[in-house]
T-cell receptor, first 115, second 115 residues
Framework: AQSVSQHNHHVILSEAASLELGCNYS??????LFWYVQYPGQHLQLLLK??????LVKGIKGFEAEFIKSKFSFNLRKPSVQWSDTAEYFC?????????????FGSGTQLTVLP | NAGVTQTPKFQVLKTGQSMTLQCAQD?????MSWYRQDPGMGLRLIHY???????DQGEVPNGYNVSRSTTEDFPLRLLSAAPSQTSVYFC??????????????FGSGTQLSVL
């Protein structure tokens, strides 16, 4: 079964600091990769996604993520965070075969940005 | 443009009671799913459906039933509520029925407490 690990449970940064949130998955086949964000009091929304092609994908609000197949990783980055980036971030993986109809989420990383 | 609508937003049950969480989408999405979100565990898939009349189990299906009689609706039934089912429940939908290379649209969630 596929699994997703987010090792950072809570990250605290000051505004303008750079951000990198780790995401590793266990499935060895071809996968679709996602980052979702949940702002306080809101429902989850998609930040970015990777299906194929350029392993560096850009999403909304200045976020980007790099797919490194050899490391089974899909880390989320942002060069300079803002207070409004305070939220919980979830990495998710969907395999393209087997359990292709299921999206597996990581446990989430709570990001707190101090003004 | 309603998107994914969940009702109720909050619910308190006593152990042993049954109830149904409602989910409706107006985007003609084939794929609908239910997740529960628990602290430190991220989102875990309960049940999903790839079209009317078709449902399947996710990661944590025990204690829950679903049905999909129409494309629009995907109710989640708790048969006999237990304190372990205290959680926030999210319904999510996607256009594609058999692949998940499109993003999920999430509802605003139902916070359920079982006493």
């Amino acid at each position: 079964a596929q699994s997703v690990s987010q090792h950072n449970h809570h990250v605290i940064l000051s505004e303008a600091a750079s951000l990198e949130l780790g995401c590793n998955y266990s499935y060895g086949g071809t996968v679709n990769l996602f980052w979702y964000v949940q702002y306080p009091g809101q429902h989850l929304q998609l930040l970015l996604k990777y299906f194929s092609g350029d392993p560096l994908v850009k999403g909304i609000k200045g976020f980007e993520a790099e797919f490194i197949k050899s490391k089974f990783s899909f880390n989320l980055r942002k060069p300079s965070v803002q207070w409004s980036d305070t939220a919980e971030y979830f990495c998710a993986v969907n395999s393209r075969s087997g359990s292709a109809r299921q999206l597996t989420f990581g446990s989430g990383t709570q990001l707190t940005v101090l003004p | 443009n309603a998107g994914v609508t969940q009702t109720p937003k909050f619910q308190v049950l006593k152990t042993g009671q049954s109830m149904t969480l409602q989910c409706a989408q107006d985007m003609n999405h084939e794929y609908m799913s239910w997740y529960r979100q628990d602290p430190g565990m991220g989102l875990r898939l309960i049940h999903y459906s790839v079209g009317a009349g078709i449902t399947d189990q996710g990661e944590v299906p025990n204690g829950y039933n679903v049905s999909r009689s129409t494309t629009e609706d995907f109710p989640l039934r708790l048969l006999s509520a237990a304190p372990s089912q205290t959680s926030v429940y999210f319904c999510a939908s996607s256009y594609k029925g058999f692949t998940l290379n499109e993003k999920l649209f999430f509802g605003s969630g139902t916070q359920l407490s079982v006493l």
